[in-house]
């Protein structure tokens, strides 16, 4: 697949990549994408939950009354789970939620998402580009030339640019990641997908 290369101000630069069929021109698989976004929500959770049950809730273990002989039901001490303040039943305990998926599976799963958003034209390439400082305004700037402002996007890079990335942080519904750090999630959750220069050789090293 062959894309023209625009620059920030959203103008062509009369150059062109090539995007590799292997990650860019599959069939989207969308099995592998929905276990790919379950195991990246599942490991969002903390899963430190946790309530106390008889044996952990503090008080005394004396049995409050006689077993037989008063006419009532029969009980023991006062962290009985029946009673207010007592241990609860079968209460949460701390776990993991995390769910192991083959690497083979996450692989076509990140292909398939990245096919699935180039077959609806939602993948742009840019020139590789930085700041002097960080300044949000000059993002928005590139936003807006990329007519991205107020859109869900995803910008892939090649290198962490510490610039962009701080310039870009405080802007809603922009994300910035590094090509090594692509994951099904954010690609999916992103409307368009905008890739360096330079993240396009990344990913032909990493994934193609």
């Known amino acids: 697949m062959k894309l023209d290369v625009l620059n920030i101000q959203g103008g062509k630069t009369g150059k062109s990549v090539d995007l590799p069929d292997g990650v860019f021109g599959i069939e989207p698989n969308e099995h592998a994408i929905y276990l790919a976004v379950k195991q990246y929500l599942t490991a969002q ?31 023991g001490d006062i962290k009985n789970p029946l009673f207010r303040g007592g241990g609860r039943i079968f209460g949460p305990r ?46 928005v700037s590139v936003l807006n030339g990329l007519d991205l402002n107020g859109k ?25 990641v590094r090509a090594n750090d692509l994951n099904v999630y954010d690609v999916m959750n992103a409307n368009t997908i905008v890739l360096s220069e330079s993240s396009v050789e990344r990913i032909k090293e990493i994934f193609g």
């Open 45 to 75: 959770r903390q899963g430190t939950h946790k309530s106390k049950e008889r044996g952990e809730v503090a008080g005394s273990t004396r049995k409050l009354k006689k077993q037989k002989g008063t006419g009532a039901a029969r009980f």
């Open 94 to 139: 701390p776990k993991s939620y995390g769910i192991k998926l083959n690497k083979k599976v996450k692989n076509l799963a990140r292909n398939s998402a990245l096919s699935a958003k180039a077959s609806t034209g939602s993948v742009v390439v840019v020139e590789d580009f930085t700041f002097d400082a960080p300044k949000t305004k000059e993002f």
């Open 152 to 176: 869900k996007s995803l910008f892939v890079t090649g290198d962490h640019d510490k610039m962009v990335y701080l310039s870009s942080r405080n802007v809603p519904k922009t994300q910035l």
